[in-house]
C-alpha cells in the first residue's frame, strides 16, 4: 500500500507523518495524543515538552499494559470454556 504525508497537529506543533494507515485513523490518534498531553501538562504542571512527551508515553504505556492484562484474562477464560 502506498504511504501518505498526512499532517497532524500535536500539542501546538505540526508533524507530516508518512503512512499507509487511513487518514480518518492518524488524525483521530493524533488528536487523542494532543488531548492527553494537554491534560498531562495541566494536571501535572509540566512545562518542559521532553519531560510531558516521556510523560505521555508512560502513560499511553501503561493503559495499553492493563489493556494486555485484561485482554489475556478474556482470553484465557474463553480458552478454558
Excluded at 508518512?18 to 504542571?45: F, N, Y
Amino acid at each position: 500500500m502506498e504511504k501518505a504525508a498526512i499532517s497532524v497537529q500535536i500539542y501546538n506543533e505540526i508533524y507530516v507523518l508518512h503512512t499507509s494507515a487511513p487518514q480518518t485513523k492518524v488524525l483521530q490518534i493524533a488528536q487523542s495524543v494532543d488531548e492527553r498531553m494537554k491534560r498531562l501538562a495541566a494536571d501535572k504542571k509540566i512545562n518542559n515538552r521532553e519531560k510531558l512527551a516521556v510523560w505521555t508515553a508512560l502513560d499511553l504505556a501503561a493503559e495499553l499494559d492493563e489493556l494486555q492484562e485484561r485482554y489475556n484474562k478474556l482470553l484465557a477464560a474463553v480458552r478454558e470454556r
